[in-house]
């Protein structure tokens, strides 16, 4: 994120937007699952806020929300390490007074990133997250799509709650791929 807080400018011939203040929380309907190589998925849906400006107008409230999926490489069957990662979908409507916009990883760049988990006593864990996120936005229905200008440093940083159902998720995984179940 730049001093100014914008994450993300997208520049076409005839309109700019520019979207800062972004904030991705409320992560529900968890889910891991793994390919059999040794990598987990974790999928949820998740709620973006933030602040949106089109060809320099005021910045305006946006919310909105939709499915996101990471991969991490090499986690399955770890608690804890360091592992490489990659976004695989990141699919958000954004309702703004601008009309809606849709959010989506770039299908041409990979997002890749890292995720470091730490024990850190009593069931818990510190785990800290980023992704260079290469992203297109639309603001007509999907119809056409505009690159982001360059990548958005993106550091996710899960409240307590999902920290707690990731970690009892992941165990839980575990425990089932172990026991054949």
Do not use: C
């Not at 006593?121 to 297109?136: H, K, Q, R, W």
């Not at 409240?159 to 009892?168: F, V, W």
């Amino acid at each position: 994120m730049t001093p100014a807080g914008v994450q993300a400018t997208y520049t076409g011939s005839t309109v700019q937007i520019v979207l800062s203040q972004l904030r991705l929380a409320s992560f529900s309907s968890v889910s891991l699952s793994t390919d059999g190589n040794g990598n987990e998925f974790e999928s949820f849906n998740a709620t973006l806020t933030g602040l949106a400006s089109i060809n320099g107008s005021g910045n305006v409230a946006i919310s909105g929300s939709g499915p996101v999926e990471g991969e991490a490489m090499g986690k399955f069957g770890q608690a804890t390490g360091t592992f490489n990662t990659q976004m695989l979908q990141f699919d958000l409507s954004e309702a703004t007074i601008f009309g809606p916009l849709l959010l989506r990883i770039n299908p041409t760049l990979q997002s890749l990133g890292q995720t470091s988990i730490s024990d850190v006593g009593g069931g818990n864990y510190d785990i800290s997250s980023y992704f260079d996120l290469y992203t297109e936005i639309s603001a007509n229905g999907g119809a056409t799509w505009k690159a982001a200008d360059s990548s958005t440093h993106v550091v996710l940083v899960p409240e307590p709650a999902a920290l707690s159902l990731l970690a009892l998720a992941s165990l839980l995984l575990m425990r089932r791929r172990l026991h054949g179940r």
